[in-house]
């Protein structure tokens, strides 16, 4: 991507593989991972053949106009606390964006960046472990900069959205994605220096997902009921409608008011 690295500032994104086309950032970057690829490597694509989205959907990726970017990483963690991973993934592009754009960038559990709830992007993590450990993990991210209304599927336009379609105003995915790796690699450090508290803090502070009445599907099953917090591991506590409290992982959600 043009002069991205006269914008990188910290040591996320030095190690920057840049690709006009790939079939998925993360695929490549789970490769690479796997071939010993040093933590903070960066790969980015103008546009993706096959990109991935959560629970095997495609993330449509035109090209020239959005963010397509994966991050390796190799945290000491066990893998039961991967999904901290993710959840310090969403506050550092939170923010980054909010602060470039002026856009109120909320974060819907438990990977959506989300403007007035329409969906500007999404983080997908992928680990290789050993054992109960991450050996590395693997942060992508997808964000709608400079996209048009056309350049969505007709099934998400009216529940998609870009940074342009916001702001009308085009924005440099260069400075955006150096802003991000400059977040990402700031809240990596709170993550592991001051412990999980004042990450999940933050999201709770960002998210637009607590106090909703919200649907949650986790495989054949689905659950209703007011997405009460998240716990230390970044789990959602859901308030059942039908009486309890439901810790749940992962799962896709629905805000239902």
Not at 28 to 45: N, S, W
Not at 108 to 121: F, S, T
């Amino acid at each position: 991507m043009e002069r991205l690295t006269e914008f990188i500032r910290r040591k996320a994104g030095r190690n920057l593989i840049s690709l006009e086309t790939v079939d998925s950032t993360n695929t490549l970057a789970m490769e690479l991972g796997e071939k010993d690829a040093i933590h903070g490597t960066v790969v980015i694509a103008d546009s993706q053949k096959k990109g991935k989205g959560r629970l095997g959907r495609v993330w449509v990726s035109p090209p020239s106009v959005n963010i397509y970017m994966s991050v390796i990483l190799r945290p000491v963690m066990k893998l039961t606390d991967g999904t901290l991973l993710t959840i310090m993934a969403a506050v550092a592009c939170c923010r980054a964006l909010r602060d470039a754009t002026g856009l109120q960038v909320t974060i819907k559990w438990p990977n959506d960046l989300m403007v007035a709830d329409k969906k500007l992007g999404g983080i997908l993590t992928e680990t290789k472990s050993r054992g109960e450990r991450i050996v590395f993990a693997v942060i992508g991210t997808g964000i709608n900069i400079n996209s048009g209304r056309k350049d969505f599927p007709p099934d998400v336009r009216e529940t998609a959205t870009s940074v342009k379609i916001e702001t009308s105003e085009e924005y440099s995915r260069a400075v955006l994605i150096a802003g991000i790796l400059d977040k990402m690699e700031y809240w990596y450090g709170i993550l592991f220096e001051k412990g999980r508290k004042p990450v999940l803090q933050e999201w709770r502070n960002l998210t637009s997902t607590l106090g909703r009445d919200v649907k949650v599907t986790v495989g054949e099953k689905t659950f209703v009921g007011i997405a009460e917090d998240v716990d230390d591991e970044g789990m959602l506590l859901l308030n059942l409608h039908t009486g309890g409290v439901r810790r749940i992982a992962a799962g896709d959600l629905t805000v239902l008011r």
